[in-house]
């Protein structure tokens, strides 16, 4: 299974808030493209890369608006980027800021390879396609503003970079609100980039707290070390939870994502004592946990979220799990 098709849903939560700003109804949007709007509420979650393609392409046309990217931004918060987004708010100086968004951006992309590059003059972000799927340019120039808009408001809100570039293709509505925003001019290139005077990388963030930093760093390291080491069940629970919507999902097809054959697939399952047929009982499990703490979420929802036909064989499953009906439960 590549998880380079994989996407981190850390955008949902600002861009739901912009939508509603606007006057439209992102839940309904997101589920028009195959997202459970409660899964906003956990950043670090992975979409389908196509999936997130394809949302923020119906929002560019609903909202009619090149540079949607950098509205969303304004919305954002250090909990957006998850864990991540805690140890930027920790602070430190401005180069071991950037190093530790280097060092843990993987932790919310897969799809996208990030380098710090310092010359004499500079440091700079570098953030190019680590697939052969071609990020949004939404989402990096997302990335990016929310990134300025950090520094903006931990250093000061004249902090900006000396230098942006994004690839000549890009929309060229969505080039001039980045020169607006950035607050310099937008160049070519073949990548996405974000540079910053070197003679500012000193700079320390307002109310860091080193200690707190250190200590985060230590925590994402194992997060990422874990990470790069899931286990095959721990990458086909997210598939199947992204997937269940649209009914329970065949091991055939999740072989096929795996680039296995269907004997193999089970034979790497039997490895860690799990079968098909229970890791997919096991992710409904969690899931109804999570849906039966939201508010309003009806049992016929609740059916339909985890990828089951009827509202009878939903109830029948839940009554083994926990021994009464999901009524008499809440």
Known sequence: MSEKKQAAALLMGPLLHLLHERGLDGDAILRRNGIDPQMVRDPEARLDADVSTALLDDCLQELNDPGMAIEVARHSQYNTFGALGLAVAAGGDLYSVLNRITRFHRLISDLVSTELIADDESVALRFTSNTDHQPHPQAIVFVMSTIVRLLRIRIDREHNPVAVSAPDWIDPGLRQAMARYFRCEVTGADHYSLAFDKANAQQMLAASDIQLAAMLDATLAQRLAASEEASLASRLTLWIEQRLPDGEPAQAEA?????L??????????????TWKQLVEDTRKTLVERHLRTPGMTVTQMAFLLGFSEVSAFSRAFKKWYGVSPSQFR
Do not use: F
């Not at 072989?255 to 680039?259: F, G, K, M, N």
């Open 261 to 274: 054959s269907t004997r193999s697939l089970q034979r790497r399952l039997n490895d860690e004592g799990l």
């Open 255 to 259: 072989a096929e994502e795996c680039c």
